[in-house]
């Protein structure tokens, strides 16, 4: 099964009022590469034994790997996400929310391997956007993409636990923040570590990724700060 296949699964499951022959021959379509129209002369029976196999398949745990070989090309994840930039940081949050997009934050996680030792270290292309191999990865096998999404997601909470001044308002002013991001996105973060100079952006994206949270974790705080000292019962004398 591949990551394509399950896109289309996916759009298949949102679509309204489909009938369950209809759903049946249209979810084997989609995974056995067969014409819709060739299915005609199948029983339902056998629709439904082969929907339930497709299904039990997509159910099924696996672990993750962090490698595998596309196209004659082998791709490596990303050996140290925490070394990870900005600009990565920024294209994985944007492709992580819609199925539809998974293929570029697999291009994203995945690139081809530069270097490899025995030992299984290995080194892979820097980030240089996802325009040339994104499509290519809708050919993924699924079970590489679910192993790397439950590794992926288990580094987001935990950026998100380390930095909850910028994931967590609490305050009035950390609500105000909050709104902000959720509006702009990480675009906000861009724009103010570039102090709105466009020039500077390519080298904002290259900066760490827990860099750019430090600084915005501070700037959240500082601002809560400003805000409480601002209140005539915590007049500090210097």
């Known amino acids: 099964i591949t990551l394509e296949q399950f896109q289309k699964y996916h759009a298949l499951n949102q679509r309204e009022g489909i009938k369950d022959v209809e759903y049946n021959k249209r979810c084997i379509s989609i995974f056995t590469g067969l014409k819709y129209r060739e299915l005609g002369n199948i029983k339902n029976t056998d629709y439904e034994m082969l929907v339930k196999d497709i299904i039990k398949a997509l159910d099924t745990d696996v672990e993750f790997k962090n490698a595998f070989t596309l196209n004659g090309i082998e791709y490596g994840f990303i050996p140290n996400l925490d070394s990870i930039t900005h600009g990565e940081w920024v294209d994985l949050v944007e492709y992580q929310s819609d199925i539809n997009t998974m293929h570029k934050l697999m291009a994203v996680l995945f690139r081809p391997v530069t270097k ?22 809708k050919a993924m096998p699924l079970n590489i993409v679910s192993g790397a999404l439950v590794f992926f997601f288990e580094f987001v909470e935990g950026i998100k636990g380390s930095y909850p001044e910028i994931y967590k308002s609490g305050t009035s002013e950390g609500s105000k923040a909050a709104d902000y991001f959720e509006k702009w996105g990480w675009y906000a973060s861009i724009d103010k570590l570039a102090k709105s100079n466009v020039l500077k952006i390519n080298k904002v994206l290259k900066m760490n990724v827990h860099e750019v949270h430090m600084f915005l974790a501070h700037k959240i705080d500082k601002q809560k700060l400003k805000a409480l000292l601002r209140q005539p019962e915590n007049t500090i004398q210097l």
């Open 116 to 137: 490899k030792d025995k030992l299984g270290n290995y080194s892979i292309e820097p980030y240089n956007g996802t325009m040339e191999r994104a499509d290519a990865f």
